[in-house]
């Protein structure tokens, strides 16, 4: 099973495309990073669960019913008394989103010493991003599970997922966590304009051993890393309705891709099964952007009919 340590929220997303000042009407929809992944995983077969905290309120409520609702393990879940289910107001202006964030939210105050250990019997691999980076005791929750995983021999992975407004006068302590998070990962996904962010800071991708480096970069596909091997991946091509969380459906179809390929523990592929992955990932990115909300990959079913991944299809579907 593959787990995600990370935000759970709320997803207010604008229905009228004008500045958030001017909105009336918002609609309500379930997202996270991390949430949004393992989403995606069981939507395209894959078991997974997620280890997050939510408030002890009806927003609360709503999320893990949906996680439910979608096959995703909820029973390392933490719920918080004191402190609220975490809500994003989030902007649409010519397809194009921004966020609203609010610092003091249950998932935040994800503590050390509040994760259920026994997860580790059952992951075959453990995933987390960089929001939960921003805020102490969610920083320190994060980490710990994250070492308890490599003390396992579990692999790793890590979103970058940079909200800088959440580092406001502390890209010193940025620099630090991102070194930290990206020495203790195997697999990377970043956005292009992450990666020149890092690189201005004096963060280079190729200091840390990796295995895999997946390079988001839009209109423009995505590119693979792969020690020296290197492959672009051209997108897909579709009419963008709302493109919140195509990077979270972008991580679940790379990690979906290994685990059918069998190398989800090591990744060292070929240039053409990297392509592939490529491939796989770039049209589950592209179709989640057709619906609105994060919660938007296509199901496996909706991909029996495309040639151009029919190997990892295939492998998922089963005899």
């Not at 935000?7 to 004008?18: G, M, N, S, T």
């Amino acid at each position: 099973m593959i787990f995600a340590i990370g935000e759970l929220l709320i997803d207010f997303i604008a229905v009228e495309p004008v500045d958030l000042r001017d909105v009336r009407t918002f609609e309500k929809h379930p997202g996270g990073a991390p949430a949004n992944m393992v989403v995606g995983l069981r939507r395209l077969g894959v078991p997974a669960g997620l280890i997050s905290k939510v408030g002890r309120d009806p927003f609360g409520e709503f999320l893990v019913e949906r996680l439910r609702g979608e096959g995703v393990d909820t029973r390392y879940m933490v719920y918080d008394s004191e402190v609220p289910t975490g809500v994003v107001f989030v902007q649409l202006k010519q397809a194009q989103p921004s966020f609203l964030l609010y610092d003091r939210t249950a998932y935040f105050n994800l503590r050390p010493g509040e994760i259920d250990r026994r997860f580790l019997d059952e992951a075959d691999h453990l995933h987390f991003g960089g929001v939960m980076l921003a805020r102490e005791p969610s920083r320190s929750a994060c980490f710990e599970a994250v070492g308890w995983a490599r003390e396992r021999s579990i692999p790793v992975s890590f979103d970058v997922n940079l909200r800088l407004h959440l580092w406001e006068g502390r890209l010193g302590e940025l620099d630090e966590c991102m070194r930290k998070a990206l020495g203790l990962a195997d697999i990377v996904k970043l956005g292009d304009g992450e990666r020149r962010f890092l690189e201005e800071r004096g963060i280079r991708l190729d200091e840390f051993d990796l295995k895999l480096v997946a390079v988001t970069k839009g209109e423009e596909g995505s590119e693979l890393i792969r020690g020296d091997l290197r492959v672009e991946i051209p997108a897909e091509k579709v009419e963008a309705v709302d493109p919140t969380g195509a990077g979270d459906a972008y991580m679940a179809a790379l990690l979906v891709g290994l685990y059918a390929l069998g190398r989800l523990k090591d990744p060292r592929l070929s240039e053409g099964e990297l392509k592939l992955l490529g491939r796989f990932a770039n049209l589950v990115a592209g179709l989640s952007t057709t619906r609105r909300g994060a919660w938007s990959v296509p199901r496996i079913e909706a991909l029996e009919d495309r040639e151009e991944i029919k190997p990892i299809v295939e492998r998922l579907r089963g005899p």
